[in-house]
């Protein structure tokens, strides 16, 4: 073995040790008078090596030894190569960034037909429009895979994969700066062109994930959801079991569940079920993205609004305060969390929530006032805290506030819904019609401002127009009501044909329509309102209110058919209802009264035994409506001990009656057959002419 022979070896042996300190005796130019060029070249890469791991440590020795390797090896496309990627193996800058992409040229002006110098400039200038974020250098990359594009046919298929990765990648990075759907399906075509060629790497199949969900987002289309979720579930199948990858899989499921069109709500649970389960596992897998709690928690509070599930609520709520340790003046998070809080706070009646709310809300004003919608549920916090206090004076700060939403825009129809709903207890509270014909026009103003495309807008308006009735006893008004009530049951329809109607929304039409079988004496609208209560209670015994009304509606269809069958069925459901609840004073009343009017029905002087039990029961039930303090039991009383002769005991039921003021009118009491006799008694003749005055 010669002398030049030994030195390549021993140029070998420094290179497969890695001992850079033999590099000493090399640093002299003299040394490489008489080198080969295979020796020149191998000895440029020991310095190019040796610098590399300098870099991080000593940049200005790092550099030096580049540019000994730059004399020593000359102009040498493959070492300006080396040198270029050199610069990109430690955390970039754009220092260093800018540094190799000069080598990196160079090395392709000295050999303009090498791919993979061609791949290394695209790859190098994503690097920097990361760094500095300047799309320029996506599209400057764009440009290097379409030229190196040219000498593809002659690479290898698993390098002609890479290549097509990397291009669609790129394209990918100029769809998300200009946001047109032609780069990101220009990138798409990039992709799938990778796949068929073997590509299987796990980075690969978590970008291409990456880019169907922001097509998804982009244009809202549904299946593109589903392809983002195939590549995610491949990617982690490859290996990429990371935080960031099940972060994404749960945002893809997180969009399903919360679609744009907020109609289409069915059948999505397993969307939800599915985007928890990523979110905790992103958890799991290390996750301290901040984001991952802001969408985990968002994810909890829809569900949680949407189905009244307080546990969901909680969990919410949790999410949210541990998303606000890393960003406590973020808007999204204190909105979200503001409104979580209102809603549990509603539904438990705790006004330390809807005070914290309420707080919370204040600080995203002071963030951002222009938001409408921190108006609007401001506005609804103030009304739910109104709700809870009896407290006008809030329902006036509630209107204050939707008025200060409406200034910043008059079309929103959840601020004029608002609006209506506090107007609409103002005018109950205090019995002011006027206020509840302003809570009216609100309603139509949210109609007409998008709000019939909203099941509650035409629920809430029809309740305000029942409540007008109460007043008015206008007939035209509670058929306007019923009409409201059809609406949003013509809205149902068009979302699920086949889907029972809601359940509050039956309950209230049922209502209506037996207030309309009051006003119009039609058997047919008692009869469809005891069909709708009678499905409300089968679909939830509990509901106590749905109980009391199909109760009353039977009662009343039983009266104006004369039907006892109807009676006794009235009475079985206020048996029912009292023992669900004891203390509704309202209930024993009527049930009371049921009782009498079956008691009348049933009356055979003959057989005065068949009346008699109804009339100690109904007598029984009446007392103890009163025992529970309500009042308006002594003139239902009194009319029991009239229509058994008991004239006494009637008028001194008639005189509580009339000291607790709950008598009905002396027209009603003129024309009330259960009165008949009682009428014709000097002391009751005395007692209507002291009620006989011009405003009686």
């Known amino acids: 073995m010669d002398n030049q022979d030994s030195l390549l ?11 850079f300190s033999a590099l000493a005796p090399f640093r002299e130019p003299k040394r490489w008078l008489n080198m080969k060029s295979s020796e020149k070249e191998l000895l440029a890469r020991l310095f190019i090596q040796h610098g590399q791991d300098l870099l991080p440590h000593n940049e200005v020795k790092a550099k ?3 540019n000994m390797a730059i004399k020593i090896a000359g102009e040498n496309s493959h070492l300006f190569f080396l040198l270029g990627k050199a610069y990109l193996s430690v ?3 754009e220092t260093l960034v800018a540094a190799a992409l000069e080598l990196l040229n160079h090395a392709l002006k000295l050999s303009p037909k090498d791919f993979e110098v061609w791949i290394a400039i695209a790859e190098t200038l994503v690097l920097q429009g990361s760094i500095t974020a300047d799309c320029d250098s996506y599209l400057q990359a764009k440009w290097f895979c379409e030229k190196a594009s040219t000498l593809l046919p002659e690479q290898q298929p698993s390098a002609q994969a890479a290549f097509y990765f990397l291009w669609g990648k790129i394209l990918f990075l100029v769809g998300r700066d200009s946001e047109e759907a032609a780069d990101f399906m220009a990138a798409k075509e990039k992709f799938h062109k990778a796949e068929a060629l073997g590509c299987t790497d796990s980075s690969f199949f978590a970008e291409w994930g990456d880019l169907y969900s922001d097509i998804a987002l982009l244009i809202t289309r549904e299946e593109y959801y589903y392809e983002a979720i195939r590549c995610y579930r491949r990617s982690l199948q490859e290996g990429n079991d990371t935080a960031d990858c099940w972060f994404s899989l749960g945002l893809c499921y997180y969009y399903l569940y919360i679609p744009e069109d907020s109609a289409d709500l069915k059948n999505r649970d397993e969307y939800f079920d599915s985007a928890v389960l990523c979110f905790d596992n992103s958890f799991k897998a290390g996750s301290t993205h901040n984001l991952l709690w802001c969408k985990w928690g968002h994810l909890l509070y829809e569900k949680g609004k949407r189905e009244g599930l307080t546990d969901l609520l909680e969990e919410c ?8 340790r890393e960003d406590p003046s973020n808007f999204t998070i204190l909105f979200y969390w503001a409104g979580a809080e209102m809603l549990l706070g509603t539904v438990l009646e ?3 929530l809807l005070r914290d709310a309420e707080r919370r809300f204040l600080m995203c004003l002071e963030l951002q006032a222009e938001k409408e919608e921190v108006w609007c549920l401001l506005g609804n916090c103030s009304y739910e805290i109104g709700r809870y206090f009896g407290s006008t004076a809030h329902y006036h700060e509630a209107i204050n506030r939707f008025q200060a939403g409406l200034a910043i825009n ?9 609006m209506g709903l506090v107007q609409s207890s103002i005018g109950e509270t205090t019995n002011d019609l006027s206020m509840l014909q302003k809570a009216s026009q609100c309603y139509e103003n949210s109609i007409e401002c998008g709000g019939g495309l909203v099941l509650q807008c035409w629920n809430d308006w029809g309740i305000n127009l029942m409540k007008v009735a109460e007043i008015t006893h206008d007939q035209d008004v509670i058929e306007a009501a019923i009409e409201k009530f059809e609406c949003a049951i013509e809205l149902e329809r068009s979302w699920d044909p086949d889907s029972e109607s809601d359940a509050e929304l039956m309950y209230n039409y049922g209502c209506a ?3 309309l079988g009051e006003f119009s004496g039609e058997a047919s609208c008692y009869e469809k309102a005891i069909q709708l209560l009678t499905k409300v209670v089968q679909a939830d015994p509990s509901h106590l209110h749905a109980r009391y009304n ?3 509606a039977l009662a009343h269809l039983g009266e104006l058919v004369i039907d006892v069958e109807c009676f006794t069925r009235a009475i079985d459901q206020f048996e029912q209802l009292i023992q669900l609840d004891p203390e509704d004073e309202m209930a024993w009343m009527e049930y009371g009264a049921a009782l009498l009017t079956l008691a009348m029905l049933v009356h055979d002087p003959i057989v005065p035994q068949k009346s008699e039990h109804y009339f100690q029961e109904a007598e029984a039930k009446l007392m103890h409506a009163i025992s529970l303090g309500y009042v308006q039991a002594y003139y239902p009383l009194a009319c029991l001990y009239a229509l058994q002769n008991h004239y006494d005991i009637a008028m001194f039921y008639m005189h509580k009656a009339k000291s607790c003021n709950v008598l009905p009118t002396v027209e009603d009491m003129m024309h009330d057959e259960w009165l008949d006799t009682l009428r014709a008694t000097e002391e009751f003749q005395e007692f209507i002419g002291s009620l006989w005055t011009p405003e009686a």
């Open 91 to 93: 955390e970039p800058t």
């Open 317 to 324: 709520i949790e999410k949210f305060e541990r998303a606000s």
């Open 513 to 515: 329509l037996d207030s």
């Open 64 to 66: 030096e030894l580049f």
């Open 9 to 19: 070896y021993q140029l070998q042996d420094i290179l497969n040790g890695k001992d």
């Open 550 to 552: 199909l109760a009353v």
């Open 410 to 418: 008059k079309s929103s129809f959840a601020l004029w819904h608002g």
């Open 350 to 352: 705790r006004i330390d």
